[in-house]
């Protein structure tokens, strides 16, 4: 597929639609805007545009499907797969100007906002009215509500309250041909026609530009306890996770941190947690709920649980601070490990029992092609974030072993009945491990359905499929 360059005259055109505060062609705002938060990648856009209404990005789509301009939605760029990387130039479409709250239902349990809303910032307000949206991204501070449906957004809270599409009732959108459409409605049943809205939501802005999002919310839960609990066997706490379950209890969060991932972040964050010499694992795991006794009482079978895993002293946050603090430290590991070395991330998810042989085959792997791997991620889940840490390796060994280590690390997610990304999506990096977890039948089913959206492929091309 051959693209059009953004020429003087498209340029003037979108200007006039958008006025010229709203389009940038400077070279220092599309250097800010080449990239994201995947690796070191890099591509420029030539044309980064900051519309503020739905009908600025319908009249903006449909110049650039006529002139065959590639668009790629922006949220805040905090994506870990590449998919807001304009990989084939054009036009960068940030919906950071689109950032409103625009209603909080209270009798129905509804918010309504605007794609570029901050997830923490959409935390804080429904707070004020004891109400809660779950999902909660390590990046909550940054990652906008739009990214999040893109990217079908976990977290920690993922494990009792589920991801970003368990909260999505309803979607406007904005087709690749300027079309504007609502996928659904404002329900919690629905079963009229094909359940677009779940169809857009994970799909990375390939298939249409989200441009208002209905949510479900919940009731604030009273009260949380958070946990820490050493291990001196990555095994021995991965093996504990399911066990939690099959007692009867589901922690709200329940986190997994080897060794490596807790004193990387407590570098990074200058922070000091006694940790004892054998300690080889962390599981920090959070209750919550309405009534504190009964989370009490929960708390007390995870004790016993991790008891018969042969865990440590177990570290009670006993108040808030202390609470933030260890969080804190669980969300930080991402930046921590990038700051140590050259890496590759990958988001790896199994069926939770299957962790110990997820993470023991991730062990073998890199001994097998001579590197080390930093684990941690949402063990409840079954979500483990693998890091594969360059070092001092040599840029021909890493750029020879890498691909060959990560399809290692693919084949056994498929293997433990798991799949290659469970949170931060396939986007550009990924994209040539597809046919590790879909055959061809499959693969094609999904290429047909981006053709039925963007007939002409303008819309953040070159994502998701080999
Ligand atoms: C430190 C750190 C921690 C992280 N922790 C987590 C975590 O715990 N859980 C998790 O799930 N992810 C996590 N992430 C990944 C990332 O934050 C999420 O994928 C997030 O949902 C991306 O949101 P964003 O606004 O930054 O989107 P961007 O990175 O800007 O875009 C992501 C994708 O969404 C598309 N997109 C954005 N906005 C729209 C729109 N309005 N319409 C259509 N498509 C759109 C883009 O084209 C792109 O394909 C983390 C990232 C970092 C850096």
Redo the contacts with the bound molecule.
């Keep these: 597929m051959s693209y059009n360059k953004v020429n003087k005259d498209i340029f003037l055109k979108i200007k006039k639609l958008l006025g010229s505060d709203n389009v940038f062609i400077e070279k220092d705002i599309l250097s800010q805007y080449s990239h994201?938060?995947t690796e070191d990648l890099s591509f420029y856009p030539e044309l980064v545009v900051k519309p503020k209404t739905t009908k600025d990005i319908s009249g903006l789509m449909k110049i650039c499907y006529n002139n065959n301009i590639p668009v790629?939605?922006?949220?805040?760029?905090?994506?870990?797969?590449g998919?807001?990387l304009p990989v084939k130039g054009g036009v960068i479409l940030s919906?950071e100007r689109m950032n409103e709250i625009i209603e909080i239902d209270t009798h129905n349990l509804q918010a309504t906002v605007q794609?570029?809303v901050i997830n923490q910032v959409f935390q804080d307000e429904l707070k004020k009215h004891h109400l809660f949206y779950p999902p909660?991204?390590?990046?909550k501070g940054?990652?906008?509500l739009?990214?999040?449906?893109?990217?079908?957004?976990?977290?920690?809270k993922a494990l009792k309250y589920g991801?970003t599409k368990d909260y999505v009732l309803n979607l406007e959108l904005v087709l690749p041909n300027g079309d504007v459409i609502s996928t659904g409605a404002n329900v919690l049943k629905n079963a009229t026609g094909y359940n677009l809205t779940q169809l857009i939501v994970g799909?990375?802005?390939?298939l249409?530009?989200?441009?208002k999002i209905v949510f479900k919310i919940l009731p604030l839960p009273k009260h949380d306890v958070t946990i820490l609990v050493p291990f001196d066997s990555i095994e021995n706490a991965c093996s504990s996770v399911s066990d939690v379950f099959v007692k009867g209890i589901t922690p709200c969060a329940l986190e997994f941190m080897e060794r490596e991932a807790v004193d990387l972040a407590m570098e990074y964050k200058k922070t000091d947690l006694k940790i004892g010499e054998n300690v080889e694992a962390h599981l920090l795991i959070e209750l919550d709920g309405n009534d504190l006794d009964v989370i009490m009482k929960d708390c007390e079978i995870i004790y016993e649980v991790m008891n018969s895993y042969g865990a440590g002293d177990i570290l009670f946050a006993d108040n808030n601070r202390q609470k933030d603090n260890l969080w804190s430290l669980r969300?930080s590991v991402?930046?921590a490990v990038k700051m140590k070395s050259i890496y590759k991330e990958e988001d790896t998810v199994v069926p939770r029992a299957n962790l110990p042989k997820m993470i023991s085959g991730v062990k073998e792997i890199g001994l097998k092609y001579g590197f080390r791997s930093v684990c941690y991620g949402?063990a409840g889940d079954g979500n483990l974030h693998v890091n594969i840490m360059k070092d001092s390796m040599s840029s021909d060994k890493w750029n020879n072993v890498l691909d060959k280590a990560i399809k290692d690390i693919f084949v056994l997610c498929v293997q433990l009945k798991g799949t290659i990304s469970g949170?931060?999506?396939i986007?550009y990096v990924q994209k040539k491990f597809m046919n590790i977890p879909f055959d061809d039948v499959n693969l094609n089913i999904q290429k047909k359905i981006k053709s039925i959206f963007d007939p002409k492929n303008i819309l953040?091309p070159d994502?998701i499929f080999p």
């Design positions: 994201d938060q790629t939605p922006r949220g805040a760029g905090t994506g870990l797969s998919g807001a919906v794609p570029g909660d991204p390590a990046s940054s990652c906008f739009g990214g999040n449906v893109a990217e079908n957004a976990g977290g920690p991801v799909s990375e802005g390939t249409a530009i989200i441009t969300r991402g930046e949402h949170e931060h999506g986007g953040n994502k």
